[in-house]
C-alpha cells in the first residue's frame, strides 16, 4: 500500500487572525516535514497537504486544538510520493473567490446530501418527493474534461467568479427540479447553493465533500472518468488512486 498520506479539507469559519495563523501554521507544517498549501482569509480555512501519515494526523490533531477547527474531517487518499513540491501557507481575501461578498457559508449553509443519498437519487431518476433531480457541476471547464457525473449540467466555466451571471442566465431552467451542485470537494458548491438560494431557486442541494467524498462513501456508480486534483498527481479515479492516463504520464495541459 502506498504510504503518503494526501489530505483535503476547509471550514467556512470567520479567521480575523488569519495573518497570526498563516505562520503559526507554517511553521508547524514546516517541523512536521509536510508539503502543499494552506489558505487563508477572514472566510475560513483551505488546505490541502501529504506526508507520512503520522505527520499529518499531527498536524490535524494540532489543528482540532483551536475550537473553530475541532469539527475538521478531511478527505483522504493515498500515493507513492508526495505530489507537492514545498510548503506554501497564503492569506487571501477568499478561500475560494466569488466576487459576491454576500455569500457567508459561516452563517449558515445551505442544505446538503449524502453521497449515498445522491446515488440512490440518481439511480432511481428522482429524488425521496419525485422532483427530476440535476446535477450542477460547479467547477471550471478543464476540471470538467477530466471526468464528471453522466447527464450534469456543464456551464464551461473557466474560473468561479463566472458563476453568479451564469446561474442567473440559466435559472429558469430548473424549476420544479432538484438541483444537486458539486464540486471537487465541497467548497466551491457550498457558496454555489446559498446563491442558487438567494436567487430564489427552492430545491437546491450541496453534494456533501464534494466528488472525492463520493468516490470515498459510494461505488462511483453515475460517475464518469477521474476526478482533476490540484496536485501533481493531476486526477484521481473512483477507488482515490491515480488515474491510469495519470499513470502512463500523458500531458493534461
Same mark, same amino acid.
Given at each position: 500500500m502506498p504510504d503518503i498520506l494526501n489530505i483535503s479539507c476547509y471550514k467556512f469559519t470567520p479567521l480575523p487572525d488569519a495573518a497570526t495563523l498563516q505562520t503559526t501554521l507554517l511553521e508547524r507544517a514546516n517541523a512536521l516535514a509536510? =508539503?502543499?498549501?494552506?489558505?487563508? !482569509?477572514? *472566510?475560513?480555512?483551505?488546505?490541502?497537504?501529504?506526508?507520512?501519515? !503520522? !505527520?499529518? @494526523?499531527?498536524?490535524?490533531?494540532?489543528? &482540532? *486544538?483551536?475550537?473553530? +477547527?475541532?469539527?475538521v474531517n478531511p478527505k483522504e487518499s493515498w500515493s507513492d510520493t508526495v505530489p507537492f513540491k514545498k510548503m506554501m501557507v497564503k492569506v487571501k481575501g477568499e478561500i475560494i473567490r466569488m466576487n459576491h461578498p454576500t455569500i457567508r457559508p459561516a452563517n449558515g449553509r445551505a442544505?446538503?446530501?449524502?453521497?449515498?443519498?445522491?446515488? &440512490?437519487?440518481?439511480?432511481?431518476? @428522482?429524488?425521496?418527493?419525485? &422532483?427530476?433531480?440535476v446535477t450542477l457541476d460547479t467547477r471550471n471547464d478543464y476540471e470538467v474534461d477530466e471526468g464528471t457525473f453522466q447527464n450534469t449540467i456543464d456551464w464551461r466555466l473557466t474560473k468561479f467568479t463566472e458563476f453568479p451571471p451564469a446561474l442567473r442566465a440559466h435559472k429558469e431552467e430548473f424549476a420544479n427540479k432538484t438541483v444537486v451542485s458539486f464540486c471537487t470537494g465541497g467548497i466551491r458548491c457550498e =457558496?454555489?447553493?446559498? #446563491?442558487?438560494? *438567494?436567487?430564489? #431557486?427552492? @430545491?437546491?442541494?450541496?453534494?456533501?465533500?464534494?466528488?472525492? =467524498?463520493?468516490?470515498?462513501?459510494?461505488?462511483? !456508480?453515475?460517475?464518469?472518468?477521474?476526478? +482533476?486534483?490540484?496536485?501533481?498527481?493531476?486526477?484521481?479515479?473512483?477507488? #482515490?488512486?491515480?488515474?491510469p492516463l495519470q499513470a502512463d504520464g500523458k500531458d493534461r495541459d
Amino acid at each position: 500500500m502506498p504510504d503518503i498520506l494526501n489530505i483535503s479539507c476547509y471550514k467556512f469559519t470567520p479567521l480575523p487572525d488569519a495573518a497570526t495563523l498563516q505562520t503559526t501554521l507554517l511553521e508547524r507544517a514546516n517541523a512536521l516535514a509536510l =508539503k502543499g498549501t494552506v489558505l487563508l !482569509a477572514e *472566510e475560513g480555512i483551505n488546505f490541502f497537504l501529504a506526508g507520512p501519515a !503520522a !505527520a499529518v @494526523h499531527a498536524f490535524v490533531d494540532a489543528l &482540532r *486544538e483551536d475550537p473553530r +477547527f475541532a469539527d475538521v474531517n478531511p478527505k483522504e487518499s493515498w500515493s507513492d510520493t508526495v505530489p507537492f513540491k514545498k510548503m506554501m501557507v497564503k492569506v487571501k481575501g477568499e478561500i475560494i473567490r466569488m466576487n459576491h461578498p454576500t455569500i457567508r457559508p459561516a452563517n449558515g449553509r445551505a442544505p446538503s446530501v449524502a453521497p449515498a443519498t445522491l446515488r &440512490r437519487w440518481l439511480e432511481q431518476g @428522482h429524488d425521496d418527493e419525485g &422532483r427530476e433531480v440535476v446535477t450542477l457541476d460547479t467547477r471550471n471547464d478543464y476540471e470538467v474534461d477530466e471526468g464528471t457525473f453522466q447527464n450534469t449540467i456543464d456551464w464551461r466555466l473557466t474560473k468561479f467568479t463566472e458563476f453568479p451571471p451564469a446561474l442567473r442566465a440559466h435559472k429558469e431552467e430548473f424549476a420544479n427540479k432538484t438541483v444537486v451542485s458539486f464540486c471537487t470537494g465541497g467548497i466551491r458548491c457550498e =457558496k454555489a447553493a446559498i #446563491l442558487m438560494q *438567494e436567487e430564489g #431557486l427552492e @430545491h437546491v442541494y450541496q453534494l456533501e465533500g464534494g466528488i472525492l =467524498k463520493y468516490f470515498e462513501e459510494t461505488d462511483g !456508480a453515475f460517475y464518469d472518468g477521474g476526478c +482533476f486534483v490540484f496536485d501533481e498527481r493531476r486526477a484521481v479515479g473512483t477507488d #482515490l488512486a491515480i488515474t491510469p492516463l495519470q499513470a502512463d504520464g500523458k500531458d493534461r495541459d
